[in-house]
C-alpha cells in the first residue's frame, strides 16, 4: 500500500497533531469492498487500531486542515478539523489519490469549544448516509470503519462514543480559500489550487487560465450534486462553506435527511428554523455557496471567468435536475404539455403529503389503463382527488414508444426502493448502541442495491411511520 501525507508538507496549512487514542475501542463496521478498491488490506485488528488512533501506518503523517467558512450566512475565520485528522493519503490501484480522514480522533488546535470526539449516532448515520449515497450514484466521501469506544461522550445527554475513517479523493471546502483569503494569506490560494491540480485533475493547467478552468469545474460539480439531491429527496441540513466539497461531493452529514412525506420546505435540521437550508433552498444555497468561493479567488481568477462560470449554474442545474426528472416520470422525452403535469403532481403530493421515494417507485405500476394498482393507491390518502391527473398522465403514457414492462424497469432503475429515512436510522442507531450490529448490517446491504425488490424486507421501503415525525436531529453531533 503505497501511503503518504504531501498536503501535510504545507506546515502553514493546518497543524501536525496525533490521535487521542479512544479507550476500550471495538470494531464496529469495516467496508472491506471499499478498502479493496483502494488497494488498503489490514486485518481487523490493525483497522481497529488504526480507527480509534492507537496504531499508524508507515507514511502516515495525521495533519488537522485549517479552514474557514460561512456559517448560515455568517463568516466565522477560523474553523479546521475540530475533530477530525488527515491521517494520508493513500495511491488507489489505478492512481488516484485518496484522504483517509480520521473523524473523533481528538482535541486539534481548531476544536474551539468541542471536545474533538463524535457519538456513535452520527458516526453511524454518516456511515449509513454516505453509503446510500455512493449507491445511488450521487457523489460522497465514503465510510472506511467504525468504531465504538467505552468513553461516554457528553452532548445533549450522554452518549456512547465512536470514531469513523473516512475516505475521498480530497477533503477541500471552500472553506479552505476562504481562510486564506480572509486571513490576509492569498499567497498560499494559489498553492493549494496547484495541489488540487496535481493530485485530483492534472488535465488542468496551472495559472489563472486553469485555475478559471478549475472554478468552472467546481461550479458544474456542485450543480450536478444538488440537481441529484432534490432528485432522490435528499436534503443536507447544514450546507454552510465548510461543508462544501471542491469536487462536488456529499460531504459532513450532520442532520440530513430523506424526504418521507412531499414537502417542499422540509427542514430536516432542527437547528434552522428559519428554513435557511430548507429542501426548496439548497440550489440557490448552492449558487450563494460558488460566490463566496469565487470572492476568495478573485486575485487568481478574472472575474469575467468567474462571472461566467457562475452564470451557467442555474442552467447547469436545471438541466440535470429536468433529466433526473424525466427518467423518474418514466418518459423517454419532455412534451410540451409535460412541465404542466409535473408541476401538477408535485402541488397533489405536497397537498396530500404523500411519500416522496414510494410515489415515484409505485407509479412505474400503473399501466395505461385499468384500475389504480393498489400499492399506488395505498399512499393517496384520497385517491379520488387524483383522478384527472392520472388521467392525463395514462393519456400521455400511450404516446410511449415503451412496453409497460420496459417502462417499469427504466423507473425501477432510477427511483430506489430503499433510502435511508430517519426511523431506518435510528432503529439501527439504537441496537447499535446496545451492542447489536445486525439491523445497521441488514440496512447496508439494503442500501447497497437500492434498486432492488426484495420482499421480504418489505418494510422498509414502506413510508415512516408516524412516531418518526417526532425524531428530533439537530447540529450536535
Ligand atoms: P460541523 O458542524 O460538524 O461541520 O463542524 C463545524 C466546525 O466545528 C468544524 O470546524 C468542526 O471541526 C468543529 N467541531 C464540530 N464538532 C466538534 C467537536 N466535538 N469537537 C471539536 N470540534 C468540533
Ligand atoms: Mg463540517
Known amino acids: 500500500m503505497l501511503l503518504d501525507n504531501q498536503y501535510a508538507s504545507f506546515n502553514w496549512a493546518g497543524s501536525l497533531v496525533e490521535p487521542t487514542p479512544l479507550d476500550s475501542p471495538s470494531l464496529l463496521l469495516v467496508n472491506y469492498d471499499l478498502a479493496e478498491s483502494l488497494g488498503i488490506s489490514l486485518d ?15 507514511g502516515m503523517t495525521p495533519f488537522a486542515q485549517v479552514y474557514a467558512g460561512h456559517q448560515f450566512g455568517g463568516f466565522s475565520p477560523r474553523l479546521g478539523d ?32 468541542g471536545d474533538g470526539r463524535a457519538v456513535l449516532r452520527s458516526s453511524l448515520r454518516e456511515y449509513l448516509a454516505s453509503e446510500a449515497l455512493h449507491y445511488l450514484g450521487i457523489p460522497t466521501t465514503r465510510a472506511l470503519c467504525l468504531v465504538g469506544s467505552g468513553e461516554p461522550v457528553y452532548r445533549e445527554q450522554v452518549e456512547p462514543g465512536a470514531a469513523l475513517l473516512r475516505a475521498a479523493p480530497s477533503h477541500l471546502r471552500f472553506g479552505h480559500f476562504e481562510y486564506f483569503y480572509y486571513s490576509g494569506q492569498p499567497e498560499h490560494i494559489p498553492a493549494l489550487l496547484d495541489y488540487l491540480i496535481d493530485t485530483q485533475w492534472p488535465d488542468l493547467e496551472k495559472g489563472p487560465q486553469g485555475y478559471g478552468a478549475l472554478f468552472e469545474r467546481v461550479v458544474t460539480r456542485t450543480a450536478e450534486l444538488i440537481a441529484r ?15 462544501m466539497s471542491m469536487l462536488g461531493l ?35 444555497v448552492g449558487l450563494w455557496n460558488l460566490q463566496r468561493l469565487a470572492q476568495a479567488l478573485s486575485g487568481h481568477i478574472e472575474l469575467d471567468a468567474l462571472q461566467q462560470s457562475l452564470g451557467q449554474y442555474e442552467h447547469q442545474l436545471l438541466t440535470a435536475y429536468s433529466e433526473h426528472m424525466r427518467q423518474k416520470l418514466g418518459l423517454e422525452q419532455w412534451h410540451e404539455q409535460d412541465p404542466a403535469l409535473f408541476r401538477d403532481m408535485f402541488s397533489l403530493l405536497a397537498e396530500h403529503g404523500v411519500d416522496y421515494s414510494c410515489w415515484f417507485r409505485r407509479l412505474a405500476l400503473l399501466d395505461a389503463e385499468g384500475d389504480l394498482p393498489a400499492p399506488l393507491a395505498a399512499l393517496l390518502p384520497k385517491p379520488d382527488a387524483w383522478h384527472d391527473w392520472f388521467a392525463r398522465y395514462r393519456a400521455r403514457l400511450v404516446l410511449e414508444s415503451r412496453t409497460q414492462a420496459e417502462r417499469r424497469a427504466a423507473m425501477d432503475a432510477v427511483n430506489p426502493n430503499y433510502v435511508l429515512r430517519n426511523h431506518l436510522a435510528q432503529r439501527a442507531i439504537e441496537r447499535a448502541e446496545q451492542g447489536d450490529m445486525a439491523e445497521a448490517d441488514t440496512l447496508l446491504q439494503l442500501l447497497a442495491r437500492p434498486f432492488d425488490d426484495r420482499p421480504e424486507f418489505n418494510d422498509y421501503a414502506e413510508p415512516a411511520p408516524a412516531w418518526a415525525a417526532s425524531l428530533c436531529i439537530s447540529c450536535s453531533s
Open 44 to 58: 481487523d485488528r490493525q483497522w481497529l487500531e488504526i480507527t480509534s488512533g492507537h496504531r499508524l501506518l508507515p
Open 82 to 113: 475540530g475533530r477530525a485528522l488527515l491521517l494520508g493519503e493513500v495511491v488507489a490501484p489505478g492512481g488516484a489519490r485518496w484522504d483517509l480522514h480520521l473523524k473523533g480522533a481528538g482535541k486539534t488546535p481548531y476544536s474551539r469549544f
Open 229 to 243: 439531491w432534490q432528485a432522490v429527496g435528499f436534503c443536507h441540513g447544514v450546507m454552510n462553506t465548510d461543508n
Open 250 to 284: 456529499t460531504l459532513d452529514y450532520g442532520p440530513y435527511g430523506f424526504l418521507d412525506a412531499y414537502d417542499p420546505g422540509h427542514i430536516c435540521n432542527h437547528s434552522d428554523p428559519a428554513g435557511r437550508y430548507a429542501y426548496d433552498q439548497q440550489p440557490a
